[in-house]
T-cell receptor, first 114, second 111 residues
């Protein structure tokens, strides 16, 4: 079975550019989570969806970040405009609601903003 | 203040050794606890849940002390393949399924 799929795997962009990260959760999972990982702050939850509805976005750093889940098999995280401090690894994870804490992570997108 | 605190290590141990990691959490209302494992430049993966009575999975034993808000992971008979970062994870109360991850403890098992 395919795991969580993320694209792109690596992204290098210049400050001010728009960045869109994509995630396809495991088929049948109905919870989806976006995380950011840096050396300084570790792994931080940005936002999570349940049945395509955003439930908690308190971790989204600021208005430059937005996330959508138009259907059960696709989600995007957008940063506009990007800044160097956004450089991090962004992970998407999914789970069944009945086992919501057993989260399956994608391979991550390594974002570098110069 | 970070809500989940771990000693970052690194812990360098020889193969076959027993090693223990500890973690403290700040929110006494948390009810669910886990250990995740993360290999270098890879994604985190669930290692095991931590139950109030303590639980064991092969060479791995997890313990929870609610009074002290303390979680531990014991690895017996360490293997080279156990080398990884171990993340202590706690649920965020009243926030649905949100999890709080510690920054991790790095383990290196040497021949």
């Amino acid at each position: 079975d395919a795991g969580v799929i993320q694209s792109p795997r690596h992204e290098v962009t210049e400050m001010g550019q728009e960045v869109t990260l994509r995630c396809k959760p495991i088929s049948g999972h109905n919870s989806l989570f976006w995380y950011r990982q840096t050396m300084m702050r570790g792994l931080e939850l940005l936002i999570y969806f349940n049945n395509n509805v955003p439930i908690d976005d308190s971790g989204m750093p600021e208005d430059r970040f937005s996330a959508k889940m138009p259907n059960a098999s696709f989600s995007t995280l957008k940063i506009q405009p990007s800044e160097p401090r956004d450089s991090a690894v962004y992970f998407c994870a999914s789970s069944w609601t009945s086992k919501a804490y057993e989260q399956y992570f994608g391979p991550g997108t390594r974002l570098t903003v110069t | 203040r970070k809500e989940v605190e771990q000693d970052p290590g690194p812990f360098n141990v020889p193969e076959g050794a027993t090693v223990a990691f500890n973690c403290t959490y700040s929110n006494s209302a948390s009810q669910s606890f886990f250990w995740y494992r993360q290999d270098c430049r890879k994604e985190p993966k669930l290692l095991m849940s931590v139950y109030s009575s303590g639980n064991e999975d092969g060479r791995f034993t997890a313990q929870l002390n609610r009074a002290s808000q303390y979680i531990s992971l014991l690895i017996r008979d360490s293997k080279l393949s156990d080398s990884a970062t171990y993340l202590c994870v706690v649920n965020i109360p009243n926030s649905g399924y949100a999890l709080n991850f510690g920054k991790g403890t790095s383990l290196l098992v040497t021949p």
